[in-house]
Structures are given as structure tokens and as C-alpha cells.
């Protein structure tokens, strides 16, 4: 067999029938393909949704678990994979119209570990009112390069998107990759692994999602301790990358840089977003016991920052919530409003 889509479904009743009915626009025969569809304990209607375009179709395996996340759901479906190559998609994004095709086509050919492909990002209303299904493709052109490469070229750390590569499944086994479970954010250490631990691995343009923004889906938007929590494990999964063998200077400092970010966009979000003190102690407290020797090096900034989190963690937790309150939540917008009055009046 030569592909398996792996699909974790939890309450996306409104999405995940047009997300099923893409996979079966791809021109692909029946037999090169299995969809495996893993019910992730969905309390609402996803399941029934779909439950006719299940009954017709031979190649699809419906996997029911308890509510244990997008990680092991996505474990357990790769654990029983058969295909030559696994694509992940999300179950309320869409695969374009023949996309995948040409794609799966090339990695059968060249036997690459990964071939990443672009993405449309569309809202809801975006979607509803387009018609989906002739996305003007550019010619399909792409370049082998090495994984190490497709992580210094390629990889940005804000889209670490797994539903957009083609993985050979071989490949994650013999390497033992897999997400961690439970986590929010699981494709960062899991995208950036891949990449580095990959040998051969095709990039292009090609457009094979359409990504849907600005929706309430299964993953909610709403920030928690708990997500703040698994954001630290994710930022610990991937510091572990930076004892990878033969990891030159330059794949070391991009690494960094990444968690850098990572880390930033946990910060922030933990001091605009948890209103508890103890709580964002908590926080920073648990990410100095899950990466003790955290510490960032390129730059003034980074530099500043790693002093702070390793010695004065309590500090300047307080410090970046007093700055995020006043600065960033009251002193900045005030001034981009009188700004924009001054230009106005212009």
C-alpha cells in the first residue's frame, strides 16, 4: 500500500465532512490507500457526520479511544499505518483537489524520508464562498535536499505544521519518532526532529492544504496553565535535539533561535493570558525543572533573558508581566491611537 492518512477526529462536527470528502478527491485508487480515522473520544456528532462516507468506503478503519489527545491519537494511527508513506492532515483543515497526487507520486519514485508541500490559509467565510476545488496550482516543481538543510532553509519555527509533509513510514520507525502525547504544540519537538534526523527530503511549492483560521475548533484558542505547562515539555523535548550528532555551529544557533521563540510565545502568552501570580510561578518554575540548563546565546537579548530565567526565574517572571500589563496592554496602545489620530488628520 502506498500511502496511509491518518485523521484524529474530536468535536469537529462542523469541519470534518468536507475534511473526509477532500481525501477522496485526490484521483487516487482505492487500493493505494487507507484512511484510518481516529475517534479521540469526540463528545459531539463528528463521528455521525461522517458515518456514510465511512459505510461506502473499504479502506477507511475507524479507531475509538477515550479522550487521550491529538499525539496518541496520532501514535496509535501510525502504529497501525500500512502505507508506504502517512500524510497527517488536521480534521477541520482540507486537501486541495488533486494535490496530493502528484506529491505521493514523487516520494514513491525518489523514496525520500519527507516531501513538504505549501499551504492556503483561508477563514471560514473564505472557504464558503470560494470554490475549493480549482486552486490555480503553479507547475509542479520541486528540490531534493537533505533534512539538515530543509531545517536551515525551511523550517520556520511559527509553522511547524506536520499535516502539510508526506513522512515515509519507515523512516519514523527505524528512528523511533513519535509525538509526545498529551502535549499541546506536539509538532514543534516532533517537525524539528524529523527534519534533523531526515536524510533525503524533497521541498515545493506545491499547494496541498487549505489551513482554516480564526475558528473555534477542537483545539481551543483559550491559553491555560495546562497549556503553559505543555509548552515547557515541548520546549524541553526540542533543547534535548541540540546533542544530535554531528549538529554543526550554525544548525546549533538556529536551533536555539527556534526555542527561543517557542519559549517567547509561551512568555507571553502566560503574562497576558494566566492572571494568577502563583500561577505564572508555577509556570516558569516548571520549565526550569523540565530544562535546567536552558540558556540562550545569540544575541544581547537572549543573553539577558537566559541570565535572568536561570538565576532570578521569580524576578523576571514579574518583571515581563509588569511590562506585558503596562506596556504592551495599556502605554503601546494608547500611543498607536494617538498616532493613527494624528495621521488621520493629516
Keep these: 500500500m502506498d500511502l496511509s492518512i491518518i485523521v484524529p477526529v474530536y468535536n469537529v462536527e462542523k469541519y470534518i465532512r468536507p475534511c473526509i470528502e477532500s481525501i477522496f478527491k485526490q484521483g487516487l485508487d482505492a487500493s493505494a490507500f487507507e484512511v484510518i480515522i481516529v475517534n479521540d473520544g469526540t463528545k459531539d456528532r463528528s463521528i ?23 499525539s496518541v491519537a496520532r501514535n496509535n494511527g501510525i502504529s497501525l499505518a500500512r502505507g ?22 514523487k516520494a514513491l519514485e525518489t523514496k525520500v524520508d519527507l516531501v513538504v508541500a505549501d499551504f492556503l490559509s483561508m477563514a471560514d467565510l473564505e472557504i464558503e464562498h470560494s470554490n475549493t476545488s480549482i486552486v490555480q496550482q503553479a507547475e509542479f516543481e520541486y528540490k531534493e535536499k537533505s533534512g539538515k538543510d530543509l531545517f536551515m532553509q525551511d523550517l520556520n519555527p511559527y509553522e511547524c505544521y506536520v499535516w502539510r ?4 513510514r519507515d523512516f519514523l520507525i527505524k528512528n523511533k519518532l513519535m509525538f509526545v502525547p498529551g502535549i499541546y504544540i506536539q509538532d514543534v519537538p516532533f517537525t524539528h526532529e ?8 524533497i521541498r515545493t511549492s506545491w499547494l496541498l492544504n487549505i489551513y482554516r483560521q480564526g475558528h ?15 509548552f515547557c515539555i515541548a520546549i524541553a523535548k526540542t533543547w534535548e535535539l541540540k546533542d544530535h550528532e554531528y549538529l554543526s555551529s550554525k544548525e546549533y544557533n538556529k536551533l536555539q533561535d ?29 520549565l526550569k525543572e523540565q530544562v535546567p540548563d536552558l540558556h540562550f546565546e545569540n544575541g544581547t ?10 538565576y532570578l526565574p521569580h524576578t523576571y517572571i514579574s518583571l515581563r508581566y509588569k511590562y506585558g500589563v503596562i506596556i ?19
Design 165 to 168: 509533509t508526506l513522512f515515509k
Design 301 to 310: 537579548k537572549q543573553k539577558i533573558v537566559s541570565y535572568m530565567i536561570r
Design 194 to 201: 524529523c527534519f534533523l534526523k531526515a536524510n533525503k527530503c
Design 328 to 346: 504592551e496592554n495599556k502605554i503601546r496602545p494608547f500611543i498607536n491611537h494617538r498616532l493613527r489620530r494624528l495621521l488621520s488628520k493629516k
Design 48 to 70: 455521525g457526520m461522517i458515518a456514510d462516507i465511512i459505510s461506502q468506503n473499504d479502506n477507511i478503519t475507524v479507531i475509538n479511544q477515550e479522550n487521550l489527545g491529538l
Design 84 to 105: 508506504e508513506y502517512i500524510l497527517m492532515p488536521d480534521s477541520d483543515d482540507l486537501l486541495i483537489d488533486n494535490s496530493l497526487k502528484p506529491l505521493l507520486e
Design 216 to 230: 473555534s475548533s477542537a483545539a481551543s484558542t483559550q491559553f491555560s496553565k495546562k497549556k503553559a505547562l505543555d
Design 258 to 286: 527556534d526555542i527561543f521563540i517557542s519559549f517567547s510565545c509561551m512568555i507571553s502568552r502566560t503574562v497576558h493570558e494566566i492572571n494568577n501570580t502563583s500561577e505564572r510561578i508555577e509556570i516558569i518554575d516548571f
